[in-house]
């Protein structure tokens, strides 16, 4: 089982990217500081396409253990074994709820998002994970 970012996420930083320098030419005018501060941000959210478009597997499961990505591209594969807890994560914030997969391996906490997950809803996912556990 392999669980990705959904596609529409790297396009709207990309998209986003483009607004901030659009909106330089629009407003900057021969201000320097501005010209650096957009093009500072365009770049920094095209490196964040960039990495979801290289890497967009987040999470990766099968009945010997798990894969997950950590730092900006690397990979770490963890089994059964080392993962001490699988747990959805609840909290509801002035009206806005949110739930994150926590993947407890002792020494790291692995988060992962509805977003990081192509939508699936975490609890769904800490299910099918429950169910490859215990299959192994």
């Given at each position: 089982?392999?669980?990705?970012?959904?596609?529409a996420?790297?396009?709207g930083?990309l998209?986003?990217?483009?607004?901030?320098?659009?909106?330089a030419?629009?407003?900057?005018?021969d201000?320097?500081?501005?010209?650096?501060?957009?093009?500072?941000?365009?770049v920094?959210l095209?490196?964040?396409a960039a990495r979801?478009l290289?890497?967009?597997?987040?999470l990766?499961?099968?009945?010997?253990g798990?894969?997950?990505l950590?730092?900006?591209?690397?990979?770490?594969?963890?089994t059964?074994?080392?993962?001490?807890?699988?747990r959805?994560?609840?909290?509801?914030?002035r009206?806005?709820?949110?739930?994150?997969?926590?993947?407890?391996?002792g020494?790291a906490?692995y988060?992962f998002?509805a977003n990081?997950l192509g939508g699936a809803?975490p609890e769904?996912?800490?299910?099918?994970?429950?169910?490859?556990r215990?299959t192994?």
């Amino acid at each position: 089982m392999q669980w990705r970012i959904r596609p529409a996420l790297p396009v709207g930083k990309l998209v986003g990217a483009v607004a901030v320098l659009a909106l330089a030419v629009a407003f900057a005018g021969d201000d320097p500081v501005r010209w650096v501060i957009a093009g500072a941000v365009a770049v920094v959210l095209a490196i964040w396409a960039a990495r979801d478009l290289i890497a967009p597997v987040r999470l990766a499961a099968d009945t010997d253990g798990v894969t997950v990505l950590t730092g900006f591209l690397g990979r770490r594969r963890l089994t059964w074994s080392e993962i001490e807890r699988v747990r959805v994560d609840r909290r509801s914030h002035r009206g806005l709820r949110s739930e994150i997969l926590e993947l407890d391996a002792g020494e790291a906490l692995y988060l992962f998002t509805a977003n990081d997950l192509g939508g699936a809803p975490p609890e769904d996912v800490a299910a099918t994970l429950a169910d490859l556990r215990v299959t192994r």
